[in-house]
Nanobody, 123 residues
Framework: QVHLVESGGGLVQTGGSLRLSCAVS????????MGWFRQAPGKEREFVAS????????YYADSVKGRFSISRENAKNTVYLQMNNLKVEDTAVYYCGAADAYGQILRSNAEYWGQGTQVTVSS
């Protein structure tokens, strides 16, 4: 079983920054495509960003493009989400997900999920 643990969420003002981390308990971390997703109150979970096994291909939702940056450090079994210029509408629970196939991440169909970390952006 693969375990994912997110951290780094919190309360920040509009225009601020946060860096989320997702630690994965899997020695073969570099075989997994990874993604970040979020779910706001009363809404469905949505895709935020994805990264391939090697980090060579990255994709962002239009709503975060230019503000968020996904990266991974395979030696530390960790994927990150740097969030800059945060907006109130970024408020949500953020989840990381892992999958064998990159396409699964793009379809928000991760095989493994973390428990989520709350991000709240105040005006």
């Amino acid at each position: 079983q693969v375990h994912l643990v997110e951290s780094g969420g919190g309360l920040v003002q509009t225009g601020g920054s946060l860096r989320l981390s997702c630690a994965v308990s899997e020695h073969t971390f570099d075989r997994y495509a990874m993604g970040w997703f979020r779910q706001a109150p009363g809404k469905e979970r949505e895709f935020v960003a994805s990264i391939t096994f090697s980090g060579g291909r990255i994709y962002y939702a239009d709503s975060v493009k230019g503000r968020f940056s996904i990266s991974r450090e395979n030696a530390k079994n960790t994927v990150y989400l740097q969030m800059n210029n945060l907006k109130v509408e970024d408020t949500a629970v953020y989840y990381c997900g892992a999958a064998d196939a990159y396409g699964q991440i793009l379809r928000s169909n991760a095989e493994y999920w973390g428990q989520g970390t709350q991000v709240t952006v105040s005006s």
